[in-house]
């Protein structure tokens, strides 16, 4: 059985960086794109970013303005994400997401199938 295991969130002060990460246990397919999602109090689940491994693209939200960069460990089957310059509107739950999606659907929950627990991320002003 995958599993995917979110780790770093942290309580941080505006402006500062984190690195989450997302581990891979289980036969996970390679050819698997995979992606980071939050959500925020009272709000929907939001794409942030996402990697297409079969396609060697990845992509991020066009709000984020680039703050947050997406990586991928293949050796050690780590899903990273970079978060600089956070705001207090980056509070939210970080998830992890895994499963046979195009580069055109990257930054869409609903194709994806397997899913971490999250990782809370605060930001204060």
């Known amino acids: 059985q995958v599993q995917l295991v979110e780790s770093g969130g942290a309580s941080v002060q505006a402006g500062g960086s984190l690195r989450l990460s997302c581990a891979t246990s289980?036969?996970?397919?390679?050819?698997?794109?995979m992606a980071w999602f939050r959500r925020a109090p009272g709000k929907d689940r939001e794409g942030v970013a996402g990697i297409a491994i079969s396609q060697h693209a990845s992509r991020s939200a066009d709000s984020l303005g680039g703050r947050f960069i997406i990586s991928r460990d293949n050796a050690k089957n780590i899903l990273y994400l970079q978060m600089n310059d956070l705001q207090p509107e980056d509070t939210a739950i970080y998830y992890c997401?895994?499963?046979?999606?195009?580069?055109?659907?990257?930054?869409?929950?609903?194709?994806?199938?397997?899913w971490g627990r999250g990782t809370q991320v605060t930001v204060s002003s």
């Open positions: 997401a895994a499963g046979p999606v195009s580069y055109s659907l990257l930054l869409d929950p609903a194709p994806y199938n397997v």
């Open positions: 289980g036969d996970i397919d390679r050819s698997y794109s």
